[in-house]
């Protein structure tokens, strides 16, 4: 008897959730409370056919849960996740509120699984879905050839903002269709402007036919907070204190999933042919590398999936030791959703 809660069960994350758990063929859990705000209380949700009526966040909706998901923002996990855990649940945290204490695991479950059993307070944190998005194959890559040093260029899906995010980007696409834009500074927030989008985005600048090059909230010396999670949460994950990580985050106009452009330098040789046999191997990444057929990851194919898509895997010219690669992961599946819920499964398992 496994009671399970899933906080924040409305949003982006939480709904893919729900996905996940609709397509497993057998689940551990004898009994699945949907949580939110009191915003979306009463509200009817179907799981595994069953109709079950979202209800509101309260200490006690914690009372006999086993393990509570929570995928909602940093402070009301900040706020609820030590309440879930002091009422006996162990709280398995989407957000960024516990990723980077020192008494809460962050765990893949390919990487570092047996970590999930040493959480002192009863929270175990899943990382963030860009850093996410690379773990599965860096981490057989580390195993293999013993990584030193990441460069990371992001490619990042309107979904890593949430569902407001995903709303912003068809509305910007719907204000700008079959008008002739982006071919003079400014006409496309003229355009957005004159539709009622002109303020209150959640990214800092038109998304739809744009790339912007920055995710997150302002940091030290021109850093953005997702650059310094890609950095400090890679190192938390695959245990290596001191690996070189410089990452710069992007923006795309692409629902979901995210890309990374990712240059990975190892203190062994390493070859292409050498790689993509570690990565071939893993039962959660699809290799997918053959230029000349056409054949590298793009988000559009990789959407919707639970393996990481890998490909475009050279030798550095210049960089000895170093690979090249891309990879796209759905950003609400493995990047959110999928990770936490196989560590919820982990849990589960004992
Ligand atoms: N989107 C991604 O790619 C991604 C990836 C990794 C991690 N995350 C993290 O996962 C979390 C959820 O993100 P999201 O993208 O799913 O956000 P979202 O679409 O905005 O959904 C937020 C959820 O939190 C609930 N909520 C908000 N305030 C609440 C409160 N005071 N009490 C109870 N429930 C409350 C909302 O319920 P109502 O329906 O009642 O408003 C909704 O279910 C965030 O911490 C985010 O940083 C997101």
Redesign the pocket.
């Known amino acids: 008897m496994t009671v399970l809660a899933i906080?924040?069960?409305?949003?982006?994350?939480?709904?893919?959730m729900i996905d996940i758990i609709d397509s497993r063929e057998t689940v551990p859990w004898s009994e699945i409370r949907l949580?939110?705000?009191?915003?979306?209380?009463g509200?009817k949700l179907t799981v595994r056919g069953e109709e079950l009526t979202?209800i509101?966040?309260a200490p006690e909706v914690f009372d006999g849960v086993d393990i509570a998901l929570?995928?909602?923002?940093?402070?009301?996990?900040a706020e609820?996740a030590p309440i879930a855990a002091s009422r006996g649940a162990v709280a398995v945290d989407?957000?960024?509120?516990f990723r980077m204490d020192p008494d809460v695991p962050l765990v893949v479950p390919e990487v570092n699984a047996a970590e999930a059993a040493n959480r002192p307070k009863g929270i175990i944190a899943?990382?963030?879905?860009t850093t996410?998005s690379m773990m599965a194959a860096m981490g057989a890559l580390h195993r293999a050839f013993e990584l030193q040093a990441l460069v990371v260029a992001s490619y990042q899906?309107a979904?890593?903002?949430?569902?407001?995010?995903i709303d912003r980007l068809y509305a910007e696409q719907a204000a700008l269709a079959g008008k002739e834009v982006g071919v003079r500074a400014g006409d496309v927030a003229e355009v957005l402007e004159a539709a009622g989008l002109g303020g209150d985005s959640p990214f800092p600048a038109p998304l739809a036919m744009n790339v912007v090059p920055w995710a997150g909230s302002v940091k030290d010396d021109g850093w953005s907070s997702e650059e310094l999670k890609v950095r400090n949460e890679s190192r938390k994950i695959l245990g290596i204190p001191d690996l070189k990580v410089s990452a710069t985050c992007v923006r795309v106009p692409v629902v979901?999933t995210?890309a990374l452009a990712v240059h990975a330098t190892f203190a062994s040789e390493v070859s292409p042919d050498k790689a993509r046999a570690v990565l071939a191997s893993q039962p959660t990444i699809v290799l997918r590398d053959d230029p000349a057929a056409g054949q590298w990851p793009t988000p559009l194919e990789t959407v919707g999936g639970d393996p990481t898509w890998v490909g475009r895997v050279r030798q550095a010219l210049d960089f000895p030791n170093t690979l090249e690669l891309f990879l796209c992961g759905d950003?609400?599946r493995k990047?959110?959703a999928l990770n936490t819920y196989e560590i919820a499964e982990t849990v589960a398992a004992g």
Do not use: Y
């Open positions: 906080v924040g069960a409305t949003g982006a994350v939480g709904s893919t949580v939110a705000s009191a915003r979306s209380a509200k979202v509101e966040l929570f995928d909602v923002p940093d402070e009301v996990s609820w989407n957000s960024g509120a899943n990382p963030n879905c996410l899906a979904s890593g903002a949430g569902q407001v995010g979901t995210h950003n609400l990047g959110a």
